[in-house]
């Protein structure tokens, strides 16, 4: 089993429905992230948590809600989808600091 | 702001020989840097990191080169092998990753 899951891989939904983007992990890490990755533009941080208590935005959040349910478990939510929110999106788990980034294989989302 | 900086977006070398990503950034708060792998349709994995105190840390094929004066590192891969044709990303560690637009590295045999 993988580290990282994430589901769906693959969506296409509507302009102005809602969606949610799951992330589960077995690292027994505390620290949780959602990236998008655009083309050209890497992967930038969209919302993270340290610990089940704590939730921090990160630099594109606006349009994103998280919640994490539990340690293991982060999820990202989009409340009304629009087009530019077409993109890879990646869920990722980390130790200490330095420790480096575990990711999971990514949620191909389109919106139409 | 972008507050690292891969410049190249692209890079073509032929198997067997040396390839170097650049990389630069801008906060000099940065503790650590690490390099990540990405093939498509897969997730992004980790390579080789160093931490700011150190100029050099070596992993096999795989060396990266810090200069803090500059604020630059770089990763050498050597030899350059077609399997490691793949979108490497640098990223800098400040409490939370901060990436690089990433470059693609084409390795031709």
């Known amino acids: 089993d993988a580290d990282v899951t994430q589901t769906p891989r693959n969506r296409i939904t509507k302009t102005g429905k809602r969606i949610m983007l799951e992330c589960s992990q077995t690292?027994?890490?505390?620290?949780m992230y959602w990236y998008r990755q655009d083309p050209g533009l890497g992967l930038r941080l969209i919302y993270y948590s340290f610990d089940v208590k704590d939730i921090n935005k990160g630099e594109i959040s606006d349009g994103y809600s998280v919640s994490r349910q539990a340690q293991a478990k982060f999820s990202l939510s989009l409340e009304s989808a629009i087009p530019n929110q077409t993109a890879l999106y990646f869920c990722a788990t980390s130790g200490f600091e330095g420790s480096g980034y575990t990711f999971g294989s990514g949620t191909r989302l389109t919106v139409v | 702001d972008q507050q690292v900086k891969q410049n190249s977006p692209s890079l073509s070398v032929q198997e067997g020989r040396i390839s170097i990503l650049n990389c630069d950034y801008t906060?000099?708060?940065?503790?650590?840097f690490l390099w990540y792998k990405k093939y498509p349709a897969e997730g992004p994995t980790f390579l080789i990191s160093?931490?700011?105190?150190?100029d050099k840390n070596e992993d096999g094929r795989f060396t990266v080169f810090l200069n803090k004066s500059a604020k630059h590192l770089s990763l050498h891969i050597v030899p350059s092998q077609p399997g490691d044709s793949a979108v490497y990303f640098c990223a800098a560690d400040g409490n939370k990753l901060v990436f690089g637009a990433g470059t693609i590295l084409r390795v031709k045999s």
């Open positions: 690292k027994g890490h505390d620290r």
């Open positions: 160093i931490s700011s105190i150190k």
């Open positions: 906060n000099s708060m940065f503790d650590y």
